[in-house]
């Protein structure tokens, strides 16, 4: 039976490591065609190598998300490559969480353009030829942390919280061309996320917090799977979980 994963053209972005990396593997494994975007080539390079000795068919573009054009490019040559793209999963992003008054203003900055901009920017390069082909699908990853807030989270919650306003206004649009939108929102995961905490603090509780309650990365793997793998006629526009034993 077809699962309505295979044969799918499906670009990941931030797929060198933790959910974005998981999910190339899983969604391979059920026959997708992936391509895998970041900024760390050697990474995806050697995910893609893998992938293709197991039989699978992936692409490799070197991609920032902060730059419109680099993540226009990812679309088109996965177009120019595959004749199509089913699924755009903007899943970039990075979590350097703080107080306020510490005022790091420059990782405000980066939590912005890669969490906010580079969804939209991968909104604006899919688009398009979503439009035209009248079929697609768009997952983006929010967070627990996008339904709520806690001291030191502010900016963060705020890009997770824009992810899912975002989602829900191209729901809304995207009627007219048979289009779905999936907003993924999970808690705490195994990843590589916390690295990106310069706060030592903030940096200690959270890899503490997750040293005891993270789930493993192909819990989203599988999130976004059961998604895609609906019938087309069902749009699962969003799916908020968390470890069973975390509390908020
Ligand atoms: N892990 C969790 O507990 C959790 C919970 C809720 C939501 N999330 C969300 O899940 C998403 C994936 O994070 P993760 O947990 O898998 O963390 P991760 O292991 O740190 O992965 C982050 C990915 O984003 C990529 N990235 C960062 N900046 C980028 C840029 N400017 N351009 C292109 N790619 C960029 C990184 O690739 P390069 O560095 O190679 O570019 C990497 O592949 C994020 O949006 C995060 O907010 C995670």
Known sequence: MNNNIEGKVI????????????????????GAIVALAARRTERIQSLADEITKNGG???????????????????????????????MINNAGLMPQSLLERLKV???????????KGVLYGIAAALPYMKEQKSGHFINVSSVAGHTVHPGGAVYSATKR???????????EVKPYN???TIIS???????????????????NIHNFYEEH?????SFARAVA???????????NEILYRPTSQKL
């Open 226 to 236: 059961y998604a895609i793998s609906q019938p087309e006629d069902m749009d699962v």
């Open 162 to 172: 824009a992810v899912r306003t975002l989602s829900e206004g191209l729901r809304q």
């Open 11 to 30: 670009v990941i972005t931030g797929a060198s490591s933790g959910l974005g990396e998981a999910t190339a593997r899983h969604l391979s494994e059920q």
């Open 186 to 204: 999970p808690g705490a995961v195994d990843t590589e996320l916390p690295d990106s905490i310069s706060d030592k603090e903030v940096s200690e």
């Open 214 to 218: 993270a789930l493993p990365a192909d």
């Open 106 to 116: 420059d990782e405000w900055d980066q939590m912005i353009d890669v969490n906010i």
């Open 179 to 181: 289009l779905r939108t």
């Open 57 to 87: 068919k992936a692409l490799v573009v070197t991609t920032d998300v902060t730059e419109r054009d680099q993540v226009k490019e990812l679309v088109d040559k996965t177009v120019e490559g595959f004749g199509r793209i089913d699924v």
